[in-house]
């Protein structure tokens, strides 16, 4: 039997058109070592959307002609960036989980008929045929609603720390630090005892972390910041930081108050502080260049930070070990929140578009395809 | 005997203004293992301006109300930043030469008399006393005029390459690439079969390194400047930059060009090539913020270069390596050229003044404390 199954797509066209549509595949009966996966629900990213709109100008966004979808329009630059991917309708959807209901020959798959799985790639769909050992099982009783973010986040945060380590640094910062993701990070160091500097942009970002155990957070919208800032950093000693705005000053911001920390009852040095300052840029939550003032010293570096390219550096074994966790702890440390569920369909509707497209933290669509 | 010495000195004062001075100290003589340099050459390097003027407005810069010397005003930020030197008269000249005219008891003193040495720090003087052992001696033969830049330049080449093996690149990008230290490094790296990029900003500086034996050169000021500079990489296969200019849009440029370079060929990748790509920044020529567009993947780094930093990482053996190589080629390899000579007091005129703070690529001053 041969099933088929709506999946959301998005083509870059020559003619300098995004389209992200709703299209109707095949899924074929699993091989020996397959599994089909009943998609249940799957979060949109902010990393979802650099795939699905492909840098577009978001205020061209229209329905398209025909078919259930939108459009939108890219800048020569932003069209010559996604040269490669010219023409070819990608699946989305980077993450997402559902129940196994249809698996191949083999004891691998048998044993997994029935329980909730967690994948990555091509989640946005009804039906997604997969690898049987690509699948993250969950433990008994895991409902697939509560495990549609075992991947991005969690090992993102997780990741972090880990770098953290690696690094040879023992506290560390983080930036729109009330996300999803900043709460998973915040209850890590809580649970692996590291001290962690929040930084969020509104008072009641600022609650939300305490609530949660929070000890060091630092409001960028109040005047004392740089202050405030410094004194975490003094506190915690933490010299590496995770930036998830990407543009602007922010991170030029967080060397400097490193450097400052540092200096503090230090003698003269032409060249600042021999202690090493780094800060990760993960995410591009603020377009627009990084500005950098250099005003920290020499010793500091700033770069990408990517979750693929820190799994490729630690290697399979440890990247296992990490995502076991988090299939132990979905309910706990890696609890995701929602604020809405729409299904495949509405989550193509010009009015969610502009919703989750705004990256508000506090804000986070989950995709039923089950929904109607 | 005690002798004395003119030296040059900067003080950062309460006031906000520095000063540049001529002051008479006093020599004692030398300890068992301390020697007494007549100093002869000392080049003026842009991390020398650094020290001497604390970052003043030059356009501030008058002679002093007595005494020889100069002062300028400090912005209050650039005031805030000097505060752990304030009302500290320090010595000036990062590195120099001279002769060994009086030593002490010790073996490894005494065995220095008449020799031709290099050493750092302090060298804007007529006499300098130091520890036998901090001197870098010079085969026989050689003149102080010729081991004057020893140390800043010559380490700062050697440095990159050092650090490019170091970190598993294989080829290496110089900005400002027409100046002493870039003429070093292209020879360096003819001697040592490591392909360089060099970047440079006029015809005529791309033909001196030509005559250099330089195969790559990209000059910025024409408008095929960044296909030129994606053809080199590609040549090359160049991963780390090391940035003189420090601020502006160089350091991105260069980042986007070996982006472009890695992907010739490769398919669509959402987050860019998985290859890591570095520039350092170990120079400020350009003031102002780094303006950082991030087109370039998640895979890449931009860091501050110290030279200072660098010896420390890779310690004090390695260092030693390094310089006996600078002693052992001072007159090829590490040949330095100054286009002014001139006396202590001389390097305090408004003129000159104004003529090596422009920092021009193939305008060196040296000064000779002989000279009056």
């Keep these: 039997m041969t099933r088929t199954s709506l999946q959301m797509q998005?083509?870059?066209?020559?003619?300098?058109?995004?389209?992200?549509?709703?299209?109707?595949?095949?899924?074929?009966?699993?091989?020996?070592?397959?599994?089909?996966?009943?998609?249940?629900?799957?979060?949109?990213?902010?990393?979802?959307?650099?795939?699905?709109?492909?840098?577009?100008?978001?205020?061209?966004?229209?329905?398209?002609?025909?078919?259930?979808?939108?459009?939108?329009?890219?800048?020569?630059?932003?069209?010559?960036?996604a040269a490669a991917r010219l023409g070819d309708p990608l699946p989305m959807g980077n993450e997402g989980s559902g129940v196994v209901i249809d698996a191949g020959a083999s004891a691998s798959a048998q044993g997994l008929l029935?329980?909730?799985?967690?994948?990555?790639?091509?989640?946005?769909?009804?039906?997604?045929?997969?690898?049987?050992?690509?699948?993250?099982?969950?433990?008994?009783?895991?409902?697939?609603?509560?495990?549609?973010?075992?991947?991005?986040?969690?090992?993102?945060?997780?990741?972090?720390?880990?770098?953290?380590?690696?690094?040879?640094?023992?506290?560390?910062?983080?930036?729109?630090?009330?996300?999803?993701?900043?709460?998973?990070?915040?209850?890590?160091?809580?649970?692996?005892g590291v001290q962690l500097v929040n930084i969020v942009r509104k008072p009641e970002q600022a609650e939300l972390l305490r609530a949660?155990?929070?000890?060091?957070?630092?409001?960028?919208?109040?005047?004392?910041?740089?202050?405030?800032?410094?004194?975490?950093?003094?506190?915690?000693?933490?010299?590496?930081?995770?930036?998830?705005?990407?543009?602007?000053?922010?991170?030029?911001?967080?060397l400097a108050a490193m450097e400052a920390a540092l200096n503090r009852g230090a003698g003269y040095s032409r060249?600042?502080?021999?202690?090493?300052?780094?800060?990760?840029?993960?995410?591009?939550?603020?377009?627009?260049?990084?500005e950098l003032n250099r005003t920290y010293g020499m010793a500091w570096g700033v770069g990408g930070w990517l979750l693929t390219n820190f799994l490729r550096r630690v290697g399979q074994a440890s990247a296992q070990i990490l995502m076991q966790r988090v299939a132990n702890e979905v309910t706990t440390t890696f609890k995701s929140h929602y604020t809405n569920t729409v299904s495949l369909e509405e989550a193509l509707s010009i009015g969610a578009i502009e919703q989750y497209n705004q990256k508000a933290t506090g804000s986070k669509y989950l995709i039923a395809p089950k929904k109607s």
């Design 10 to 81: 998005s083509t870059v066209h020559p003619n300098g058109r995004v389209a992200v549509t709703l299209e109707r595949i095949e899924v074929p009966s699993p091989a020996a070592d397959e599994v089909i996966v009943r998609m249940e629900a799957a979060p949109i990213n902010p990393s979802d959307l650099g795939n699905m709109f492909a840098g577009a100008d978001m205020s061209t966004v229209s329905p398209c002609a025909d078919g259930i979808g939108v459009e939108a329009q890219l800048s020569p630059g932003v069209l010559r960036a």
């Design 271 to 290: 060249y600042g502080s021999t202690v090493h300052k780094q800060v990760y840029l993960y995410g591009s939550l603020q377009l627009g260049a990084t």
């Design 212 to 254: 949660l155990g929070a000890t060091h957070v630092c409001d960028s919208s109040v005047s004392s910041f740089a202050d405030d800032l410094t004194e975490a950093l003094a506190d915690t000693g933490a010299t590496i930081g995770f930036d998830a705005t990407g543009g602007g000053g922010l991170c030029s911001q967080i």
């Design 114 to 192: 029935g329980r909730t799985v967690a994948l990555r790639t091509g989640a946005y769909a009804q039906y997604r045929s997969i690898a049987a050992d690509h699948c993250l099982v969950l433990p008994e009783g895991i409902a697939p609603q509560q495990a549609a973010s075992c991947f991005v986040n969690p090992l993102t945060a997780l990741g972090m720390v880990e770098t953290m380590r690696l690094e040879g640094h023992t506290a560390l910062v983080h930036t729109a630090a009330a996300s999803n993701l900043g709460q998973m990070l915040q209850k890590i160091c809580i649970a692996d």
